[in-house]
T-cell receptor, first 114, second 111 residues
Framework: DVKVTQSSRYLVKRTGEKVFLECVQDMDHENMFWYRQDPGLGLRLIYFSYDVKMKEKGDIPEGYSVSREKKERFSLILESASTNQTSMYLC?????????????FGAGSRLTVL | QKEVEQNSGPLSVPEGAIASLNCTYSDRVSQSFFWYRQYSGKSPELIMSIYSNGDKEDGRFTAQLNKASQYVSLLIRDSQPSDSATYLCAASNSGNTPLVFGKGTRLSVIA
């Protein structure tokens, strides 16, 4: 089974802090994604990556950056956390071949910014 | 702006009934369609995919696609309380473009 592991299940940070959310997948998937999920707004794509060192902006990249130095790891960075970034963050991966768009999600990281 | 629209619900059905979940999409070139299920406090998981017009059945689940009407649906037969969840519809142009998700429909199956 594909496993997507998010390093932190719950985080509480203060406004202005730098926040790192880590995501690791163990099935050699090329594609990795970061979403945030908020009540009434659904899943919104922040950034995605189709290869190492590659990144593409999603629908709501403002206030976020990402890093993909290794194929299995995709990190989401909040340079200066703000209260409107309080949310559930979901990492997902899939493969470009027959598994395209068949996303496997991590358990999520619930971030609270005070 | 590519959009996938779903009625947010909640959709309440009695146990044993057929639950019908609907979805429309705005991008005519969308080729691939997916239904993900998300239990409260959990992550989404894929339950069905459909790529061609018509019906696709998998156990109690049937996905239906009508590209002319830009309409996708999911039928759940013999609904069980364990089917109570939020169902997310998603569409994609191809394997090289990210999925666009609807906001989800909350289904409640009443025992």
């Amino acid at each position: 089974d594909v496993k997507v592991t998010q390093s932190s299940r719950y985080l509480v940070k203060r406004t202005g802090e730098k926040v790192f959310l880590e995501c690791v997948q163990d099935m050699d998937h090329e594609n990795m994604f970061w979403y945030r999920q908020d009540p009434g707004l659904g899943l919104r794509l922040i950034y995605f990556s189709y290869d190492v060192k590659m990144k593409e902006k999603g629908d709501i990249p403002e206030g976020y950056s990402v890093s993909r130095e290794k194929k299995e790891r995709f990190s989401l960075i909040l340079e200066s956390a703000s209260t409107n970034q309080t949310s559930m963050y979901l990492c997902a991966s899939d493969t470009q071949s027959s598994g395209a768009n068949v996303l496997t999600f991590g358990a999520g990281s619930r971030l609270t910014v005070l | 702006q590519k959009e996938v629209e779903q009625n947010s619900g909640p959709l309440s059905v009695p146990e044993g009934a057929i639950a019908s979940l609907n979805c429309t999409y705005s991008d005519r070139v969308s080729q691939s369609f997916f239904w993900y299920r998300q239990y409260s406090g959990k992550s989404p998981e894929l339950i069905m995919s459909i790529y061609s017009n018509g019906d696709k059945e998998d156990g109690r689940f049937t996905a239906q696609l009508n590209k002319a009407s830009q309409y996708v649906s999911l039928l759940i037969r013999d609904s069980q309380p364990s089917d109570s969840a939020t169902y997310l519809c998603a569409a994609s142009n191809s394997g090289n473009t990210p999925l666009v998700f609807g906001k989800g429909t909350r289904l409640s199956v009443i025992a």
